[in-house]
């Protein structure tokens, strides 16, 4: 079947600008990750949503990051006033409920320029 | 603040040659991941440990895990080129949503 998806492949904006970063989880997952992975570097995570509420949202480095989900099944993080230490590839990744095992989308590479 | 530990960061070995990498974490957990990495791509999941002693092998990769060490190993068994790739380890805490991934172990493996 699918896999997770997401789009764009690759975004390259102008600092300051607002992006969007979309993921399309696998149909029927209801848990959903976002995970930002700098290089040379582990992922770290971001925000986990279930269903369509934000059940940890403690990664959000600060409030120019927000993500939304809100039919369960899509998500877009959001990212605002865009600064060049938010360069990095996002992954995204769902899994079929809480506490199941997360399978990861290729990613969205974000370059500020 | 979970945290997880690999080691060696960087490995070159030659084609044929066993070695081992670690993981170390820093809190409880009875569940830990082994993903593949490879330049430019998603991370493809290898293994996933569940218990404590648990032990997993698929072709010339094996994995381990320790719970009361804290400790997970993936052992390579006459690599190949193929397996030329960055792997990590990551480790679901208390909250048991999140995971918290080791810095990578970028492998090379030479002809």
């Known amino acids: 079947g699918a896999g997770v998806s997401q789009t764009p492949s690759n975004k390259v904006t102008e600092k300051g600008k607002y992006v969007e970063l979309r993921c399309d989880p696998i149909?029927?997952?209801?848990?959903l990750y976002w995970y930002r992975q700098s290089l040379g570097q582990g992922p770290e995570f971001l925000i986990y949503?279930?269903?369509?509420?934000?059940?940890?949202d403690s990664g959000l480095p600060n409030d120019r990051f927000f993500a939304v989900r809100p039919e369960g099944s899509v998500s877009t993080l959001k990212i605002q006033r865009t600064e060049r230490g938010d360069s990095a590839v996002y992954l995204c990744a769902s899994s079929r409920d809480y506490n199941y095992e997360q399978y990861f989308g290729p990613g969205t590479r974000l370059t500020v320029t | 603040e979970l945290k997880v530990e690999q080691n060696p960061l960087f490995l070159s070995m030659q084609e044929g040659k066993n070695y081992t990498i670690y993981c170390n974490y820093s809190t409880t957990s009875d569940r830990l991941y082994w993903y593949r990495q490879d330049p430019g791509k998603s991370l493809e999941s290898l293994f996933v440990l569940l218990s404590n002693g648990a032990v997993k092998q698929e072709g010339r990769l094996m994995a381990s895990l320790d719970t009361k060490a804290r400790l997970s190993t993936l052992h390579i068994t006459a690599a190949v080129h193929d397996l030329s790739a960055t792997y990590f380890c990551a480790v679901d805490g208390t909250s048991g949503s999140r995971l918290t991934f080791g810095e990578g172990t970028q492998l090379t493996v030479n002809p």
């Open positions: 149909s029927g997952h209801t848990a």
């Open positions: 949503f279930q269903g369509t509420g934000a059940a940890d």
